[in-house]
């Protein structure tokens, strides 16, 4: 079993649609969860930073943390189609670990 | 600001060979680490540099080592290539050593070993 599982997708939604993303993870001793979205041929760029269990807004993101069900989520709000991406979710340790990415589609 | 910088951005190799990448972080971050992302994965935990100390290695052969120089910037050496090393590597920078400090990441070296 990996430590962080999450749905490869793809996932493809209308423009304006809400997105849910999400991981679950097996090590009880993560403590700080992190979002990134990976464009095609660059780097993973840092979405959302959380530590306690809840929610956390930014803008059309929310990220959100249920250390007791070991499960997070990302939401997007009003998707356009520069969301386009894959999503990443990852957890630290002594190093962050990574899901595999979500790969999401957001037609206009 | 100028963001992680990585070098060069293609590189194709035979095996066998050896390669070396190259990192310059964010300006006033103390530490980087390498990651390797395989086609269709997440990246996956090579080192972690931090004031030019090795502060952690991942499940990785001791093919691939790594150092950081005084100016903070870091290189990732791969020995005796294998077909399997073809993956796109990522060096990130933090301020500091561990995760109240989020990383940032380049754009990546993609490497072919053919």
């Known amino acids: 079993q990996k430590e962080v599982e999450q749905d490869p997708g793809p996932l493809s939604v209308p423009e304006g649609a809400i997105v849910s993303l999400n991981c679950t993870y097996s090590?009880?001793?993560?403590?700080?969860f992190m979002w990134y979205r990976q464009y095609s041929r660059k780097g993973p760029e840092l979405l959302m930073y959380?530590?306690?269990?809840g929610n956390k807004e930014d803008g059309r993101f929310t990220a959100q943390v249920d250390k007791s069900s070991k499960y997070i989520s990302l939401f997007i709000r009003d998707s356009q189609p520069s969301d386009s991406a894959t999503y990443l979710c990852a957890m630290e340790q002594d190093k962050l670990v990574f899901g595999a990415g979500t790969i999401l589609r957001v037609k206009s | 600001d100028a963001g992680v910088t990585q070098s060069p951005t293609h590189l194709i190799k035979t095996r066998g060979q050896q390669v070396t990448l190259r990192c310059s972080p964010i300006?006033?971050?103390?530490?980087v680490s390498w990651y390797q992302q395989v086609l269709g994965q997440g990246p996956q935990f090579i080192f972690q540099?931090?004031?030019?100390?090795?502060?952690g290695r991942g499940n990785f052969p001791d093919r691939f080592s790594a150092r950081q120089f005084p100016n903070y910037s870091s290189e990732l050496n791969v020995n005796a290539l294998l077909l399997g090393d073809s993956a796109l590597y990522l060096c990130?920078?933090?301020?500091?050593?561990?995760?109240?400090?989020?990383?940032?990441f380049g754009n990546g070296t993609r490497l072919t070993v053919t």
């Open positions: 540099y931090y004031e030019k100390e090795e502060r």
């Open positions: 990130a920078s933090s301020f500091l050593d561990n995760y109240n400090s989020p990383l940032h």
């Open positions: 300006s006033g971050h103390k530490s």
């Open positions: 090590n009880s001793a993560f403590q700080y």
């Open positions: 959380t530590y306690s269990s």
